[in-house]
């Protein structure tokens, strides 16, 4: 298992559902934490949680829907941590689900790009150089098991293009040290995911933390959360390691 105590994780969406739950299995190992949100009152609380545990976090805030708050985000990454070590690309918007899938207007397809992928994007951009100087860096790409659901095209072909751009990028990052990855978290009870889903935000643990874990530096996988639901970091990685 990969050390990661006094790495410096950035989570995009840590005030609550899956970024919070990944920010605080994070800390428990020891990484230090930028907390991002839309505003650092979403995150305050946390902050103030994992800092009494003696880890160093900062939080910072930016819709990624909007560009320009994009562009301030990466800048203030840049003052507020060392470096980033590990990037979880959590935080997403889905539109409301449209029955009449004609309709559906062009706009939602334009905010769901904006923020989903094209800021993601951004992040890696302006991220991942400077791992592959130090020849270690892990990226997590949040994507969507989604489906055949029209209804929410806007998110799921997000989502798809997201994976895409995971799948895309592995020769550059072949043997620098960096992996990126896609990690599906399974249909869990969030404010996104709705108290109707069938899993617990907090069974996205161990599985989340296994693509930042493991020490191959492997890119191009798709990790289901879901798979190790239940077991111990430990087994989880063992699991990993054995299904490759
Ligand atoms: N839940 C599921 O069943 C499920 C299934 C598959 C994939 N996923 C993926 O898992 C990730 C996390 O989902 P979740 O269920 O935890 O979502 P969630 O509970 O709705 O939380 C969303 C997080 O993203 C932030 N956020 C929302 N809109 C934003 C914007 N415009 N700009 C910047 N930050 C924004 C929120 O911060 P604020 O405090 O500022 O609102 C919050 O921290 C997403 O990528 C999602 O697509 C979820």
């Known amino acids: 298992m990969t050390e990661i105590k006094e790495k410096w994780a950035l989570v ?14 994070l800390s428990k190992l020891g990484c230090n934490l930028v907390l991002h949100s839309r505003s650092v009152e979403h995150t305050n609380a946390l902050s103030d949680q994992l800092s009494n545990k003696g880890i160093d976090t900062v939080s910072l805030e930016a819709d990624l829907t909007d560009p320009d708050q994009v562009t301030q985000l990466i800048s203030d990454i840049d003052n507020a941590a060392p470096q ?74 997000s989502k798809a293009a997201l994976r895409k751009f995971v799948h895309d990028f592995v020769p550059i ?6 992996a990126m990855n896609s990690l599906d ?19 996205v643990i161990p599985g989340a933390l296994v693509p930042a874990l493991l020490s191959d530096g ?26 490759q």
């Open 12 to 25: 995009t969406g840590a005030s609550r559902g899956i970024g919070k739950e990944i920010a605080i299995a």
């Open 84 to 157: 980033i070590d590990i990037l979880y690309n959590n935080a997403a918007i889905m539109m409301p689900y449209h029955d009449d899938v004609w309709e559906i207007p062009a706009d939602e397809f334009r905010k769901s790009f904006e923020t989903n992928v094209i800021s993601q994007i951004r992040l890696c951009n302006a991220l991942i150089p400077s791992m592959m100087e130090r020849r270690w860096g892990r990226i997590i790409n949040l994507i969507s098991g989604i489906d055949q659901q029209p209804q929410l095209a806007p998110y799921a072909i």
């Open 173 to 178: 990052l072949e043997g620098s040290g960096v």
């Open 185 to 203: 978290p399974g249909w869990l009870k969030t404010d996104m995911g709705s108290q109707e889903a069938p899993n617990s935000v907090a069974s």
């Open 218 to 243: 492997v890119s191009g996988r798709e990790f289901q959360a879901q798979d190790y639901a239940g077991m111990s970091i430990e087994q989880a990685l063992q699991k990993a390691e054995h299904q």
